[in-house]
């Protein structure tokens, strides 16, 4: 065995590992009982503690400065994607790693109580230790690799990432009929839409929870969601958004599964496999055309084609991101980008949250957040730990716009396909220009491969001018 | 930080690791989608193999060897406990604990497509290595402890065994009328007695499985049955037997929590605290009589109260040890604790396992299973490597008719209670004297600590004959 080999050997355990803490997370959001928060924490912190142990023995430190370069570029990928993993890990003390998932796992469970009842206080002191904790990790990071405490979290999701920016207009419209539209009736369109978009449901489920996410491991995709009987579209959108995360997962190549360069190439990329999915085809009017009739079937013949449009294309400015349009969607992000940097630079106390919050919102958006449900509470990032997350959300967006347009240029029936609720055409080319590309390629390098330049914000802005203007 | 003290921690950290291993075990078997089969059981050989590395770290054995004899008794026998474990786990080489884990996980993943289909063929080769490997196992562990390698593997699902037997009658009767019972009432009705007999589901959950059983950890039970809307009695008495051991997991010691000494007494002990749930106080004749109108009331007023008490205690000469009734019950048990020694010291062929069960039924039972689906498929128990088991059934019927006679000596108002649905006189009795003791006593000990005698058949035999002589 090569010295390659071994260190490959070591990181498919520990992905193998960390399959083992996906599914447990999913079932700590989706089915666990409450009262088994406490232990899952436990478990959690075990999992990352071992998981650390493992990827910080000094043996695998050893095989991989002593392994050759292999002889073709996706190993050669790897090799260096395990050297940078090693690094990261190496950097941290087991115990801070396993402290910090110990205390992101308090601090979710407190947030699940404290959000409904628009409680801050109540996650105060718990938030407050998932900063300290992270800036303990993120100053320890930087100084290792160089840069400052922010990026050095940023890059942990996203690899070769350039700055990028976005910004927003507006164009309200009319609205669908008042519901009720049954839950039930909503989770089986969402089943036909998921499956007719690709995803194969016998690797893969669909369950309810309170904050809708794409988890699980690639043979076994756990999407979960949330059913409003008000307004089906929250469920629908939300379902093909993380629908786009699955068939992403399901596509990386399976001769890589388990080591770092099969992964995905970061969350960033991530985000754009799921917005293309559900702002750029979903939303298009071809696709909408098509889904029309179908929502007159699940709902009732008073959900019309006009209606239908209006709904999933209206810009309003409201308190809830993961309920915004893709105008104001930017300004969510950017609040929080200000936000999540000055707690870990410190220059934000975690109690002054609330407050800063709703500064930034009005200032930003022109709106103040009634309660701090609709505000600083609304999000499970910071409470998980998730920090340095939100900018992949704005990115992932510049990318879809920059892909699609890619796209349609290389597929001259794209558009006449999704009029028949037919994605195989772009998931084809997404498989075949991002998915299989597994993590071999960084962002702008990806993009770049798929795309013919890194990353272009004039592709978003000509998308929302096209669509909004 | 003592010897002691530093095993414990270890110790604590290896039963948290092993709690997500019961997570992930029961996501398999309740919800996973096939997809997710392969990498579950590399997931369940990573963590059997990391769980065995850290038993077996030099250093643990340091510390359980110079550990000096804490001063209670809780402490002393979980000093005993964890140099046991220590000792069996040290016995085997890491890579025959983690083939073991693949190649249960992976026979039982054929296991549930073969089943239905009553192909044993299929499942032939993977039975073969799943006996192949336990043979292996269990030959070590038999000569390291000086015992049969069959012992070694009841003792461990059970310590503090001696031998005991049991023999069957019969009693037929009227059945109740057929269905359809819907399966929803069933679980609306299953979830009502399994919360009146003391269940907690803020700490536990209740859901479908093709094998039923009762998984989790003590904050986090997880329940599973199945519906067959022709007869309700199995799932309702499945939950009912599933609630004896959850109320167990639920009531052994916190202040122990995670430590040997804290965990249950053993299977057959555990199987003792479902069937007296089951058997002893749900069949009995108070409780029939509160639980038919509850039947009534769910599935229609022609379920009489004698249709119910016929259907319950009806005694049949059946192929499905699940569904027997307590008087075939032990010859079920008696077949497959003949033919698990045979094929263990190899004097049976895998491959013959069709014929020599056929054989073997007819010989105990009278009749001649039509096929393996009703033969020698039923079961998890080998195809999950669960070999050494059986005899915990029988042990636990003995046990729990013996802790009955007891209870009732100690609590005249008992069956007065039970009348009302009250199980909570005999559950307080049964955590005063077999719960709260965890593991400090092995089986014998614990049946003479709470009922003056070592296991004595007598009691069930007593039990029997009063019940359907």
Redesign the interface.
């Known amino acids: 065995m090569t010295a390659y080999d071994r260190a490959l050997a070591k990181f498919t ?1 520990i992905a ?2 960390n ?3 996906a ?2 997370g999913w ?1 700590g959001a989706a ?6 928060a ?3 924490g ?2 959690m ?3 990352a ?2 998981s650390h142990e493992l990827i910080t023995e000094p043996a695998l430190a050893d095989d991989l400065a002593a392994a050759e370069a292999p002889n073709d570029e996706w190993r050669q990928v790897n090799l260096t994607l395990m050297r940078e993993a090693q690094i990261r890990a190496a950097a941290l003390p087991r115990d801070l790693v396993e402290a910090a998932a110990r205390a992101n796992a308090a601090c979710e469970t407190i947030w699940r109580r404290a959000r409904p009842e628009s409680d801050f206080a109540a996650v105060c002191p718990a938030l407050t230790e998932v900063f300290n904790l992270t800036r303990q990790s993120a100053g320890i990071l930087g100084e290792k690799l160089g840069c400052s405490p922010y990026d050095a979290l940023v890059g942990g999701w996203q690899r070769g990432l350039a700055a990028a920016e976005a910004r927003q207009r507006q164009n309200p419209g009319p609205l669908l009929p008042p519901g009720p539209y049954p839950a039930a009736a909503q989770e089986k369109l969402c089943r036909q839409l998921a499956e007719a978009a690709g995803l ?6 669909l369950d309810k929870s309170a904050h809708p996410f794409c988890g ?5 995709i756990r999407i979960t969601t949330r059913y409003d009987e008000d307004d089906f579209a929250a469920a629908l959108m939300g379902v093909l958004h993380e629908t786009g995360h699955a068939l992403y997962e399901q596509n990386t190549p399976k001769e890589f599964a388990r080591q770092k360069v099969g992964e995905s190439a970061g969350m960033a990329v991530h985000e754009s496999q799921s917005l293309i999915v559900e702002m750029q085809a979903v939303r298009s009017d071809g696709y909408l055309s098509w889904l029309a009739p179908l929502v007159s079937e699940a709902f009732g013949p008073n959900v019309s084609d006009g209606a239908l449009k209006s709904r999933l294309r209206y810009v309003e400015r409201t308190f809830i991101r993961v309920e915004a349009d893709e105008m104001t969607y930017p300004a969510h992000v950017l609040l929080r980008f200000r936000l999540e940097q000055a707690m870990l630079a410190g220059d934000l106390k975690v109690a002054d949250l609330p407050g800063a919050w709703n500064e930034g919102f009005e200032a930003l958006l022109g709106i103040t957040p009634p309660d701090d449900r609709r505000g600083c509470l609304q999000d499970i990032h910071w409470h998980d730990g998730i920090i340095g997350y939100f900018p992949s959300y704005t990115l992932g967006a510049m990318a879809a716009a920059q892909l699609m347009a890619a796209a349609r240029l290389a597929l001259p029936g794209l558009d006449e396909a999704l009029g028949r609720g037919d994605l195989s055409p772009l998931v084809g080319w997404l498989t075949e220009n991002v998915h299989r590309h597994g993590a071999r390629l960084g962002f702008n390098d990806l993009l770049a491969q798929a795309t013919g330049e890194a990353l272009n914000p004039a592709h978003f802005e000509a998308h929302l001018a096209a669509r909004y203007l």
Chains 1, 2 share one sequence.
Do not use: K, N, S
């Open positions: 355990r193998t590992l399959e083992a803490a599914i447990l079932d089915v666990m009982p409450d009262g088994g406490a232990a899952r436990e478990q912190a075990v999992l503690g071992l194969d449901f016998r690797a893969a489920r699980g491991t690639p043979t076994d």
